[in-house]
């Protein structure tokens, strides 16, 4: 699936901090230059590959934020928890 080895890359180098979507997309993509086609073609790709990983236990996503109004956070699950 696209994405998710940057994903992992990206959750790896940062354990205990929380991502937005808008910053995973940043991240996997290099910050490139993208139309806006190409850029939401990627922000679809990457939430799907995020969906998949929370779908699977290896990553986990906080619904606090969206009670506020704010975006989902994602982060690299806990073993443990």
Same mark, same amino acid.
């Given at each position: 699936?696209?994405? @998710?080895? &940057? !994903?992992? =890359?990206?959750?790896?180098?940062?354990?205990?901090?929380?991502?937005?979507?808008? &910053?995973? /997309? +940043?991240? $996997?993509?290099?910050?490139? *230059?993208?139309?806006?086609?190409?850029? &939401? $073609? +990627?922000?679809?790709? @990457?939430?799907?590959?995020? #969906?998949?990983? /929370?779908?699977?236990?290896? !990553? &986990? /996503?906080? #619904?606090? $934020? *969206?009670?506020?109004?704010?975006? =989902?956070?994602?982060?690299?699950?806990?073993?443990?928890?």
């Amino acid at each position: 699936m696209k994405y @998710v080895k &940057e !994903i992992d =890359n990206l959750f790896t180098a940062f354990p205990d901090r929380s991502f937005q979507v808008i &910053e995973i /997309v +940043s991240y $996997a993509t290099g910050d490139a *230059k993208q139309s806006p086609r190409q850029r &939401e $073609a +990627s922000r679809k790709a @990457v939430k799907r590959a995020l #969906d998949t990983l /929370v779908d699977i236990g290896l !990553i &986990e /996503v906080s #619904d606090q $934020a *969206k009670k506020n109004g704010l975006p =989902n956070l994602y982060r690299i699950k806990r073993t443990g928890t």
